[in-house]
Structures are given as C-alpha cells and as structure tokens.
C-alpha cells in the first residue's frame, strides 16, 4: 500500500515565516479530515520544505495520524520540497517541470521505505508535482488539478518580467506569437493531495 498526501502549509505571516492563527485553525480542520483517511498500523513518513511555516504545519498534522503508526513516523526536512520561484507566474515552465520532477523521484525514494508519505510544501510546487506523480502513475487528474490556460494578466507579467519589457510592449508580443501558455494549479491554504498510488486514485481535500 502506497499513499502520498501533498499538503500545503496554512495561511501563513511570510514576513515571519510561521503560520497565522488562521493557517493553525485551518491545519487542525485539515488534519481532523484526514485522520479519517489515515491508514492505522503502517509506516508513516512525513517530509517539509525548509520553510518554518512547512514544519510547522506538519508538528501540527503528527498527533492525527494514528496512534500505533505515530511511534514510528519518520521525519524530514529537505530542499527538494522547498518553494518554486515567484517568478515562473505559475505558467508552466522547464523550469517547474524539472521541479515536479526532482520533487517525484524525492518521493519514490521515501516510499521505498514506508507506506505513506506526506509532503509539506508551497501551492506552485505541489502544482507542478502533481503533474509529475500522475503522469509516472498513470493516473488521471481530477478537473481542480489539472493545467490550466493562463489568464491574460499571468501571461503578461510573466513576460514583463523574464523579458524586461513594459506592459504594453509584453502585451504586444503575446498577440504577434500567438501563444498558448498553461499553468499549475493553485493550491489553497492547508488544502491536501492525496493520491492511492496502487488503486490510481486523486482527489483534493479542503479544510472546510
């Protein structure tokens, strides 16, 4: 049995980079919806982005997940999951593509040596990886994860910045090249992705 849960850290104070009271409001109600999914007697690995509000959102999580699979969970802390940059637009790039790939082979590896593994990490990030988990499992997406077409103010702010250009003239070049762009889907605050990678199964789960 294998199941990943990637998870994004509650609302957050970026400046001080910890949770708000709401983000730990929205983790606890996130984490009472998924100690009813949460298998008991397995192998649980839990891995964060460096970011504190990422380890703070999974000290939060610990005490939901059963009590005979929490002696033995195993905790990490690692780069691979740490934030994409802002300034991908959440257009999907090589860039993010490569990401969401380091991010799946970090992941394979973890289930080597557990049942479940949840994943604490940053909406872009979780966007572009489940991009990566359901073409390597074969699973089909639901439509609220999917890639989506970028609405025109992405597009033009993307190429504003990575062209060094005005409005106007990022506006201009977007109509000569005819473009179609994608991006990732946007994940809420401590809202979760759960995948069963052996029934091929993905759904998002909210708080609320």
Do not use: W
């Not at 190429?159 to 809420?188: C, D, F, H, Q």
């Amino acid at each position: 049995m294998n199941q990943l849960y990637l998870v994004r850290h509650g609302h957050a104070n970026y400046g001080l980079d910890c949770l708000t009271d709401l983000g730990i409001q929205q983790v606890n109600m996130l984490g009472k919806k998924l100690e009813r999914k949460f298998l008991s007697g397995v192998g649980y690995a839990i891995a964060t982005s460096p970011s504190g509000r990422a380890v703070e959102t999974a000290n939060i999580l610990v005490p939901f997940i059963p009590n005979k699979s929490r002696l033995s969970i195993r905790l990490y802390n690692d780069p691979v999951f740490g934030e994409l940059e802002e300034s991908t637009f959440g257009l999907v790039t090589p860039h993010t593509t490569g990401r969401g790939e380091e991010s799946t082979t970090k992941i394979k590896e973890y289930l080597g040596g557990t049942d479940v593994i949840l994943v604490i990490a940053h909406s872009r990030l979780i966007g572009s990886t489940c991009q990566a988990i359901a073409s390597h499992y074969n699973i089909e997406l639901p439509e609220n994860l999917r890639m989506q077409e970028s609405v025109e103010e992405v597009l033009i702010g993307f190429i504003m910045e990575s062209e060094n250009v005005g409005r106007e003239e990022a506006i201009k070049r977007i109509l000569e090249r005819g473009r179609t762009e994608k991006t990732l889907p946007r994940i809420g605050n401590a809202n979760a992705v759960f995948f069963d990678l052996d029934q091929m199964i993905a759904e998002l789960i909210v708080p609320n």
